[in-house]
């Protein structure tokens, strides 16, 4: 097939550029070649477009026509898309791997904090020591957030949450709202466990208003208070969520 001889005088500047870079590449004859094999082929295929495709696959066209879709070129992305797949699973169980070890050293750092919440409230009921949450929950409720908002535990809709909770559940509770990669602080800054701690504590009152403007006030704010609250009723459905496992018995093998 000779080279195309092509009128560019009703084209475009912009189609009389692609159409010389088509030429001068070559590409406009194979694209030719393919489709005058189309054109002689004594029965016409049924389906024209594969027939096409496959001429494609057959040519060796220009780079721009042929070589990225080359099936060496398949295998190497395939093959790449393997390595990357296996890359990023590594790369995920090592994820994993720290994030267990920044727990647990997260969770042995506060293991006096979980005893002393037990201590300060703890259950009447039960052999194992637990804490009583409605008994936590109150003693939280001793605080007056600053500013004109109600405090959540203060609302008239209000409910004392129920249950007990033992250092396990008070670990899996400290993962999920306060420990790293926990949602809660992002959503409540300055909510922390150290936080929660500092305000139930029984022996030390809860802060007043401040008496002059001079002096910083240590109450919560009312975001904290909506946090902590929060927490709380988090720790509350995990205890009933631990209650009703224990009820329903070990699951069939």
């Excluded at 994820?95 to 009447?124: G, N, V």
């Excluded at 139930?200 to 704010?221: I, M, Q, V, Y």
């Amino acid at each position: 097939v000779s080279p195309p001889v092509v009128a560019m005088t009703t084209m475009s500047p912009k189609e009389q550029d692609f159409m010389e870079y088509l030429v001068k590449s070559t590409a406009a004859e194979e694209l030719i070649k393919v489709l005058v094999g189309l054109e002689e082929a004594t029965q016409k295929p049924a389906e024209p477009v594969k027939y096409l495709k496959d001429m494609f696959a057959a040519q060796e066209l220009d780079d721009v026509a042929s070589k990225r879709f080359a099936p060496e070129n398949v295998e190497e992305l395939q093959a790449e898309n393997v390595r990357l797949r296996e890359r990023a699973a590594a790369l995920a169980a090592e994820l994993e791997s720290k994030l267990e070890q920044i727990a647990k050293i997260e969770t042995d750092a506060h293991q006096p904090t979980f005893e002393k919440l037990i201590e300060w409230f703890l259950s009447d009921s039960g052999e194992e020591p637990r804490a009583d949450l409605g008994k936590l929950w109150a003693s939280l409720a001793r605080q007056q957030p600053s500013g004109s908002d109600v405090a959540p535990w203060a609302q008239e809709d209000a409910v004392a949450p129920t249950g007990t909770a033992g250092v396990d559940l008070l670990t899996r509770w400290s993962r999920r709202c306060f420990f790293f990669g926990a949602v809660l602080p992002k959503e409540h800054p300055g909510v922390t466990l150290e936080l929660l701690v500092r305000c139930c504590d029984p022996e030390k009152p809860p802060p007043e208003a401040p008496s002059d403007e001079e002096t910083p006030d240590e109450r919560l704010t009312p975001d904290q208070a909506i946090g902590l609250n929060k927490s709380c009723l988090i720790l509350a459905s995990m205890a009933a969520e631990e209650d009703m496992a224990i009820a329903a018995g070990p699951t069939p093998a």
